[in-house]
């Protein structure tokens, strides 16, 4: 059974930080790229950043370049993602999604709230 589950998240003052992880379970994690996305309320689910399987590259998108930096761990089926600055515009359900061919995971999600 494949599992990702999602922690770290909560509520910050903006400017704050907080660390989100991911931890994998089921899949043969050092094959799959690994990626954040958020969804705030009323709007779509967006990319926020991806890694690949070898942790070689990365990408973000443009409104947490600087902030927010992925990372992965293959030894311990886990993905990161350190954020910074936090903004409330930050505020949303945030999920982990690993993919791999045609095979496709995702987290149940985890909240974040920037908010003073």
């Known amino acids: 059974q494949v599992q990702l589950v999602e922690s770290g998240g909560g509520t910050v003052q903006p400017g704050g930080s907080l660390r989100l992880s991911c931890a994998a379970s089921g899949i043969i994690f050092n094959s799959y790229t690994m990626a954040w996305h958020r969804q705030a309320p009323g709007k779509e689910r967006e990319l926020v950043a991806a890694i690949d399987s070898a942790g070689n590259r990365t990408y973000y998108t443009d409104t947490v370049k600087g902030r927010f930096t992925i990372s992965r761990d293959n030894a311990k089926n886990t993905v990161s993602l350190q954020m910074n600055s936090l903004k409330p515009e930050d505020t949303a359900e945030y999920y982990c999604?690993?993919?791999?061919?045609?095979?496709?995971?995702w987290g149940q999600g985890t909240q974040v709230t920037v908010s003073s």
């Open positions: 999604r690993g993919r791999y061919a045609e095979n496709e995971y």
